[in-house]
């Protein structure tokens, strides 16, 4: 079987399990093959040892059973980066880069802020920042201890900047004052498990993903953190669900009345990101 052979048998083998068929196959057969992309486009008519054929039918089936593909490979790119993942994670979406965008774009040029990011998982958005802020004072938390061990091998190999990791519940475990607050914190409802893609519920964390009744429990309590932690002038950015932009808008007014809380949507016209600016002291 050649490498064009192979990547067709796998699009087509994962023609009903993924949404990206041929994306999957090829990201499968480069794993396999440890090759890149523009290997198999030149080299399109080389033949597989028979390990490598084997090799691939395994991981083939691996993902026709919904395993989420940078699961089997142990990785997932990020804002022009590739981190390492496992099931103690969650993959990094591209709504989230957009959070990234909007944190770095309200930094500017400004250095020695302090910025948590809370929630770290992979660490991707803490990874981020490190490469595109100025030199800045940078924290991550999570409540997984697992989580955070992915996150620093992740920093260890990523990020430009030190960057602080602290197992805390949100920002209990964190003092203040901090300039800036990013969060992609888990925002799933209850009744929205029933259309979340079977491989999302089964293999990545729940801790990562489920919000509660209305998916909004730990942004309550994020912001009544925040509230006592966040310099004035400081801002907070949450990632949210698509259905959540008028909740959260409120939810924010309730925790801080005076700020200037903005709802943006994403490439997809889907409300995303909450930025919330609060006012310089008198």
């Known amino acids: ?10 699009r087509d083998q994962l023609a009903q399990a993924s949404f990206t068929p041929e994306l999957d196959a090829r990201l499968l057969l480069q794993y396999v093959l440890h090759v890149e992309h523009s290997y198999l486009i030149a080299h399109g008519d080389e033949t597989l040892t028979k390990l490598q054929a084997s090799d691939y039918a395994a991981l083939l089936a691996r993902a026709r059973a919904k395993e989420p593909v940078p699961y089997i490979t142990g990785s997932a790119p990020f804002y022009g980066f590739d981190v390492h993942v496992n ?48 030199p800045t004072i940078l924290l991550a938390s999570d409540l997984s201890l697992k989580a955070i061990q992915v996150a620093r091998l992740n920093a260890q190999k990523l990020a430009k900047q030190s960057i ?24 799933v409802a209850d ?14 964390p729940s801790l990562a993903l489920s919000g509660g ?17 966040l310099r004035p002038g400081g801002a907070v950015f949450l990632e949210i ?32 990101i909450v930025q919330i600016q609060t006012s310089q002291a008198a």
């Not at 009744?191 to 990545?204: C, L, R």
């Open 164 to 187: 602080t990791y602290v197992q805390s519940d949100l920002l209990a475990a964190l003092g203040g004052p901090f300039d800036l607050i990013v969060a992609n914190l888990p925002y």
């Open 87 to 134: 099931p103690a994670v969650l993959i990094p979406r591209p709504e989230t880069e957009e959070l990234v965008g909007r944190a770095v774009s309200w930094v500017g040029p400004r250095s020695g802020l302090r910025v948590v990011d809370v929630g770290t998982g992979s660490g991707c958005i803490a990874i981020a920042l490190a490469r595109h802020l100025p």
């Open 241 to 272: 669900g698509w259905r959540q932009g008028s909740a959260v808008r409120q939810l924010a007014g309730d925790f801080f009345p005076l700020a200037d809380i903005k709802v943006f949507t994403d490439l997809t016209g889907q409300d995303r």
């Open 213 to 229: 009744e209305d998916g909004l429990d730990l942004f309550r309590a994020l912001l009544r953190q925040a509230a006592v932690r």
């Open 191 to 204: 009744d929205e498990w029933t259309i979340i893609d079977d491989g999302v519920k089964w293999y990545e």
């Open 1 to 10: 079987m050649t490498i064009h052979e192979a990547w067709a048998t796998g």
